[in-house]
């Protein structure tokens, strides 16, 4: 198992500020997708990359996947009560996604 | 239309016990998964079913027994279950991923909340 490790593992910051989670291994990954994960229901998938080096975004958020595809951060512009909930990130090696612990985040109005 | 359904959402059983939880994806996917969640949130696979084939099975006690009716469908039963089987356990599917890759995108149902006392 090639492991992901997140940080931080816990966020808690005011409605409007900027924040950026990261993702990192030392195992090179063929894709890496991000997901949000609120309490009591499973995972949606945010985005997929998998060129090193991409960035997309999404609205408000900014993901990136690093030059030699090891690791990825999440970046959210202006952060909303919304965007509370644990984020994971998966990296994709073989037939498996291999999922880091996640970020916990919560956004206070 | 729920994509992935799960059932039962929770399950309340005694050490000991059997018991099976079941999956269904009307995305037309041909892979799907069993994921397990632990008390700190951390997703592992257990299982993933291609068409009705197993291709992966992680190092899961052999007391786990998926099973797949057809490529909708991927059922997970439980022998003999013991404290530490409880989790939260989540069915994937996931379509073709695209050419040169082997795993892609997953959609995740909304799991089933499993204690076993």
């Keep these: 198992t090639q492991l992901l490790e997140q940080s931080p593992q816990f966020l808690s910051i005011q409605e409007g500020e900027n924040l950026t989670v990261y993702c990192n291994s030392s195992s090179v990954f063929s894709s890496l997708q991000w997901y949000r994960q609120e309490p009591g229901e499973g995972p949606v998938l945010l985005v997929t990359v998998v060129t090193g080096g991409e960035v997309k975004k999404l609205k408000r958020l900014t993901f990136q996947f690093g030059d030699a595809r090891k690791d990825s951060s999440l970046h959210i512009t202006a952060a909303q009560p919304g965007d509370t909930g644990l984020y994971l990130c998966a990296g994709a090696s073989g037939y498996a996604l291999n999922f880091g612990k996640g970020t916990s985040l919560l956004v206070t109005p | ?117």
């Excluded at chain 2, 994921?35 to 700190?40: F, L, M, N, T």
């Excluded at chain 2, 291709?55 to 003999?80: C, M, Q, W, Y």
């Design chain 2, 1 to 117: 239309d729920t994509a992935v359904s799960q059932t039962p959402k929770y399950l309340v059983t005694q050490m000991g016990n059997d018991k099976s939880i079941k999956c269904e994806q009307n995305l037309g996917h041909d892979t799907m998964y069993w994921y397990k969640q632990d008390s700190k949130k951390f997703l592992k696979i257990m299982f993933s079913y291609n068409n009705k084939e197993l291709i992966i099975n992680e190092t899961v006690p052999n007391r786990f027994s998926p099973k797949s009716p057809d490529k909708a469908h991927l059922n997970l039963h439980i022998n003999s279950l013991e404290l530490g089987d409880s989790a939260v356990y989540f069915c994937a599917s996931s379509p073709l991923p695209p050419e040169g890759l082997a795993v892609y995108e997953q959609y995740f149902g909304p799991g089933t909340r499993l204690t076993v006392t």
